[in-house]
Antibody
Framework: QVQLVESGGGVVQPGTSLRLSCAAS????????MHWVRQAPGKGLEWVAF????????YYADSVKGRFTISRDTSRNTLYLQMNSLRAEDTAVYYC??????????????WGQGTLVTVSS | QTVVTQEPSFSVSPGGTVTLTCGLN?????????PNWYQQTPGQAPRTLIY???IRSSGVPDRFSGSILGNRAALTITGAQADDESDYYC??????????FGGGTKLTVL
């Protein structure tokens, strides 16, 4: 069955960097686009970034553009989110999510359980 | 700045029907926005309910349905049950891979 397992979260200071990972299994990783979605404590969901199945294109929310980079390693079946210049407002649970058959109509088919990032001095 | 709007809260009686909506500050929601709906309970990852406006995800009861009502996407729960008490989110496709979530609706069943 499809499994998405995030890791790499933790407590970091403002201005520093962190890399999140999402280990994928149970499906052909190279066939599906992947997203990162975050949720600040007590707040709603916020789409963060998307990468196409072949890694050819990436897209970002304005709130993270220029600071975050989404990437994927097909040899490891792993999705990454490199987060630089972190701010207090980046504090959130970060979920990775897999597209369905079509990323247009089914953007988030399966979700991981999330990893918590806390940015605080 | 694109803003996707949802009712902050709603309540429904057990067995009742409720329609949650998802709108755009800049115009109408259409099938070209590929509206999707998610259910989330505290401490859990979201669960996909409806994709592509009106298609139920696998395993979702048929009391959940999606549609376009006027200029908004809509999620209707017919015959609400106690365990439908959750947060509900819509998401819209905007352009070039960009998605925007609504602020979510907290549904109370009482």
């Amino acid at each position: 069955q499809v499994q998405l397992v995030e890791s790499g979260g933790g407590v970091v200071q403002p201005g520093t960097s962190l890399r999140l990972s999402c280990a994928a299994s149970g499906f052909t990783f190279t066939t599906y686009g992947m997203h990162w979605v975050r949720q600040a404590p007590g707040k709603g969901l916020e789409w963060v970034a998307f990468i196409r199945d072949d890694g050819s294109n990436t897209y970002y929310a304005d709130s993270v553009k220029g600071r975050f980079t989404i990437s994927r390693d097909t040899s490891r079946n792993t999705l990454y989110l490199q987060m630089n210049s972190l701010r207090a407002e980046d504090t959130a649970v970060y979920y990775c999510a897999k597209c369905g058959g079509s990323c247009y109509s089914i953007p988030f088919d399966y979700w991981g359980q999330g990893t918590l990032v806390t940015v605080s001095s | 700045q694109t803003v996707v709007t949802q009712e902050p809260s709603f309540s429904v009686s057990p067995g009742g029907t409720v329609t949650l909506t998802c709108g755009l500050n800049s115009g109408s929601v259409s099938i070209g926005h590929y509206p999707n709906w998610y259910q989330q309970t505290p401490g859990q990852a979201p669960r996909t309910l409806i994709y592509n406006t009106n298609i139920r995800s696998s395993g979702v009861p048929d009391r959940f349905s999606g549609s376009i009502l006027g200029n908004r996407a809509a999620l209707t729960i017919t015959g609400a049950q106690a365990d439908d008490e959750s947060d509900y989110y819509c998401v819209l496709y905007m352009r070039s891979g960009i998605r925007v979530f609504g602020g979510g609706t907290k549904l109370t069943v009482l």
